[in-house]
């Protein structure tokens, strides 16, 4: 059974660093892209960030410039590094691997709280 599951969530006051790693267990094979979700209260899920096998990465608007994602496919992990903290990035981060034949796996999300 695959898992994944994320960490580096926390409090952070506005400008401020934090990095969430996100590591997949279990028989997970062929992934495709790996990506960053983001849910605040009231609001949907949205993305945040992929990178592809190739390694191409493609931000939100609201990240760019801020945000860096990155993997590691021999530890099946995904990474994002979160600079330039703001209020408005607290939320619920999830990661979501997708396999080439179409499958998906998520995480059960790590909090981030940015203070102001």
């Known amino acids: 059974q695959v898992q994944l599951v994320e960490s580096g969530g926390g409090l952070v006051q506005a400008g401020g660093s934090l990095r969430l790693s996100c590591a997949a267990s279990?028989?997970?094979?062929?992934?495709?892209?790996m990506a960053w979700y983001r849910q605040s209260p009231g609001k949907q899920r949205e993305l945040v960030a992929i990178?592809?096998?190739?390694?191409?990465?493609t931000y939100a608007d609201f990240v760019k410039g801020r945000f860096t994602i990155s993997r590691d496919n021999a530890k099946n992990t995904v990474y994002l590094q979160m600079n330039s903290l703001k209020p408005e990035d607290t939320a619920v981060y999830y990661c979501?691997?997708?396999?080439?034949?179409?499958?998906?796996?998520w995480g059960s999300g790590t909090l981030v709280t940015v203070s102001s």
């Open positions: 990178i592809f096998s190739v390694g191409t990465t």
């Open positions: 979501k691997f997708s396999r080439v034949d179409g499958v998906t796996y």
């Open positions: 279990g028989n997970i094979f062929s992934i495709s892209n």
